[in-house]
């Protein structure tokens, strides 16, 4: 599969021309050297007097190992476009009809030598045509000097009039990055292993598997806000929605108005008991698209290990390390066993009542109380368990809390 490149202009060292390597593309490499036409001084980028010349982007297309030519049509349309092909490390221009190495050209054939002079005898004859020159040198081929984290540097002739240029597979913001073996998240490159990016709004989240699933190791920090729904940060200050994530209502982590699945529409809303939209036990809510809001039984998955010697102990061995308010004389904080790092974030009552940041984390199941309540999985400093299971933890669907998703499917041994 080839890549598509940028097209720019080309800066040489001993004069500052530009070649038209996007339009009226000429026959011959020789020819595109003849045809260069001489710009603006305040047309041209600085040039970095440490090398011996300076290149900006052209279009390149990259044909990976095992690619020919014979894949890219050279047309009218891709006139002024350069090839790069893999497995003879050689670069190809587009003329618009065909394309031609940048080897270079073969020099031009020598003039043939002039006539002897005529014999000073009458009866002399002319002299012998002399003998034909030697033929010109081959012209300067060009060579990949190298090829690393998205770059391509393409290196043509030799000494003082030695050009490079270094042609960008691709741009991740200000950074030139291989599509083939990286990631892209806005203007991040990340790890696609360790790493989630939220395309939504290009947000990066830490995820691991731990027990049989995929989780986010962060809780959800995605702005929903629609009509009367809303997100808070705590304390409205921006900077603990950056460390904790942002808390929700229940109608915007379920995403009742159904903005980005149609899973639990209308069942964040208030009715009564008929009235009510029943949850499904499972709901993509405002988690992106693949992921789902985490279950009372995903979370029991998580903590149920060897490292935790029965449920007394399921919340110390999912809670952060740090962060957590002492009670007491006891250390709130927890072992984060798997590092799920499960922070005390704090809670949002109506009329802004912000409380328990340090001493409580909350996150929003699919389990209904009744009408305006949830199931709230609930961690606290005083103790090491997770309460979820029993009706004193029912949580009204008007306060906001944190989110955590989960990857659609359960992880195996075998992946």
Request: net charge negative; charged share 25%.
């Amino acid at each position: 599969m080839h890549t598509k490149f940028v097209c720019g202009v080309v800066v040489f060292a001993v004069e500052m021309i530009v070649l038209n390597a996007c339009s009226n593309v000429p026959e011959t490499v020789s020819d595109a050297i003849n045809e260069a036409e001489v710009a603006p001084e305040d047309s041209l980028a600085p040039v970095d007097s440490t090398q011996d010349s300076v290149e900006q982007n052209k279009y390149v297309n990259v044909l990976s190992k095992g690619e020919t030519l014979k894949s890219l049509s050279c047309d009218s349309a891709k006139a002024g476009e350069f090839a790069y092909v893999y497995d003879s490390a050689e670069v190809y221009l587009c003329n618009g009809k065909e394309w031609f190495s940048l080897k270079g050209d073969v020099g031009p054939e020598g003039k043939a030598g002039e006539n002897g002079a005529d014999g000073k005898s009458v009866e002399g004859k002319a002299g012998d045509k002399g003998p034909q020159g030697p033929a010109g040198l081959d012209g300067k081929g060009c060579v990949v000097a190298s090829d690393s984290s998205g770059v391509v540097t393409i290196k043509c002739g030799d000494g003082e009039k030695a050009t490079s240029t270094n042609l960008y597979k691709a741009m991740c913001g200000t950074n030139p990055y291989d599509p083939a073996e990286e990631n892209c998240c806005g203007e991040k490159i990340f790890n696609a292993d360790s790493q989630f990016c939220d395309r939504r709004d290009n947000q990066l989240y830490n995820i691991a598997k731990i027990g049989s699933y995929v989780w986010m190791t962060e809780n959800l920090n995605y702005k929903y806000s629609i009509g009367t729904i809303r997100t808070y940060c705590y304390d409205d200050v921006v900077e603990y929605c950056e460390k904790y994530g942002r808390l929700y209502t229940w109608a915007a982590a379920a995403d009742s108005a159904a903005l980005f699945s149609k899973d639990c529409q209308g069942c964040g809303d208030f009715a009564t008991e008929e009235e009510r939209v029943k949850i499904p036990s499972s709901i993509q809510g405002v988690c992106p698209d693949g992921w789902h809001l985490a279950t009372n039984d995903e979370w029991e998955d998580a903590a149920a290990s060897d490292k935790a010697t029965d449920e007394k102990e399921y919340g110390y061995v999912l809670k952060s390390s740090f962060g957590w308010a002492d009670h007491g004389d006891k250390s709130g904080n927890g072992s984060d066993a798997y590092g799920m790092t499960v922070l005390p974030a704090g809670t949002r009552k109506d009329a802004e009542d912000y409380s328990n940041n340090g001493a409580l984390a909350k996150y929003w199941s699919t389990v209904e109380y009744s009408s305006s309540t949830i199931i709230a999985v609930t961690f606290s400093n005083a103790n090491d368990y997770i309460g979820m299971r029993t009706i004193s933890f029912a949580y009204a669907k008007s306060n906001a809390i944190s989110v955590r998703c989960v990857q659609n499917y359960a992880s195996t041994e075998e992946e």
